[in-house]
């Protein structure tokens, strides 16, 4: 895959230093930021494909625009200085499945590149749509006392395209969700970086049922879910991702996917990855729409701050579909989990919910009674653990292990149990997961045991260690309904 996607840049690369210039001013698209010019930047990029392909340069300014569609063979670059601002009226933008400034529709061979920025204006514009809707000038649910998120503009929306360059840029401001790419193959986002915390659902990037996608070297600081894989065709998934040498910050996960998993996710590699202040998981995998979930590689992955390390989940939401998740590989980590609010001070943090509870352990690993998470490997992993649950706040006890609610209907999350009764590992309805070498240290003394395995068979959990001052002789593993496990 890897050996692929460099050939696929290098080609696509080779054809961008080929093709023919053409400023932005050419057309009489104005730099001052006050003009509009969705219609002559359109001009500009149909006018291009005519000729058979070529760049679109936009050099220093601000460039007003609405909603603009991208064409086969043209790249939009973006010079130093050079900023395209999204309109803040919402009648600016054309609606396709979702709003967005640009679209992208079964087209192939184009990119955006450059060091200038993109800037969704996202706080303002969703403000007017707020009242548009109160005028009664659009239609929207309103639920939440917000518009509905296909209401509010994306920055980015491709679908069924192919040869995808994103380089360089700046992604800021959105909305809604930042970036989506819809059934796209060969697809490539290197050093973008992308920060938006103007408003609700800011994604960093959505990756929807692609094939072959590389998101490297960049920096996403998002309020909703940093690199999100999602599913939503039960006949398509996602293949052949990979995640490399990317920092990421989120109100919400770090990295997920499979909040939507209708067909599934395989083949995802996940390589030399930083998180930091992360109000949920620094990586969620979850399986809970009837797709499945397999061939997953983390490796080299830092996470500072974050409301939980690991977060494995299936679940039924739509009633008789159930998914899978196998075959998990983890290894070479070091993770800290504090006892506060991870993302407290961000603009948009995320909520005080699902409560009351002490700190969530650090590995969640959930299944469902009649479906097992299978072939799970933990190796060469660091986790701190702030510690300090209190036994009066919120306690489950060992002996009452059956009061953790299965939720197998619910949206998922890492703290959807609510109360859970180990602070390293909670693992429940599983098979065949390993520790090697798997280090759990507690900063403070807790209630709970380390680890607690509930419906787990075998299992190896011999190469685990547990530090947690003033533990003294308490049990590190507590096991119920479980067989076949190996534990020191």
Known sequence: ???????????????????????????????????????????????????????????????????????????????????????????????????????????????????????????????????????????????????????????????????????????????????????????????????????????????????????????????????????????????????????????????????????GFRNVTMINNRIFDTYRSAIALEAVDGGFLENVLVDSLQSYNTGNFLYLRIGERRTGFKGRLQNIRIRNVYAEVPAGKPDAGYEYEGPIEDMPRNVTPAIVIA????????????????VRFAGGGNPLFAKIGLNELDKVPEKVAAYPDFSMFRELPAWGAYIRHAEKIEFRNVKLVCEKKDYRPAIVLDDVHGSKFGGASTTEPGGGKKQAVYQYKSSDNTVK
């Open 1 to 263: 895959m890897k050996k692929y996607i460099v050939w696929a840049i290098f080609s696509l690369q080779s054809m961008l230093l080929a093709a023919k210039d053409y400023p932005a001013s050419l057309f009489g698209i104005r730099n001052d930021g006050i003009t509009l010019n969705t219609r002559s930047i359109q001009f500009a990029i149909d006018y291009i494909s005519k000729q058979g392909g070529g760049r679109l340069v936009f050099h220093v300014g601000r460039y007003l625009t609405g909603s603009i569609h991208l064409k086969s063979n043209i790249t939009l670059q973006l010079e130093e200085g050079a900023v395209l601002v999204g309109s803040l009226n919402p009648f600016d933008y054309d609606k396709h499945q979702n709003t967005a400034l640009l679209f992208a529709q079964d087209i192939h061979d184009f990119a955006i590149t450059g060091k200038g920025v993109i800037d969704g204006q996202g706080r303002q514009l969703a403000a007017n749509v707020t009242a548009n809707i109160h005028k009664g000038l659009l239609n929207d649910l309103f639920r939440n006392d917000r518009p509905e998120a296909d209401s509010r503009a994306m920055i980015i929306y491709f679908h069924g395209c192919r040869n995808v360059l994103l380089r360089g840029v700046t992604i800021r401001n959105a909305a809604s969700w930042v970036e989506t790419y819809d059934q796209c193959a060969h697809l490539t986002l290197d050093s973008i970086y992308v920060d938006s915390k103007a408003f609700w659902n800011n994604d960093g990037i959505d990756i929807v049922d692609c094939d072959t996608v590389a998101v490297t070297n960049s920096y996403i600081d998002a309020d909703d879910d940093g690199i999100c894989l999602k599913s939503h065709d039960p006949s398509k998934f996602c293949n052949n991702i990979l995640i490399r040498n990317n920092t990421i910050r989120s109100s919400a996960n770090a990295i997920k996917f499979g909040t939507a998993s209708l067909g």
């Open 367 to 382: 299944g469902m009674p009649d479906v097992k998470i299978s072939d799970v490997l933990l190796e060469n992993i660091e």
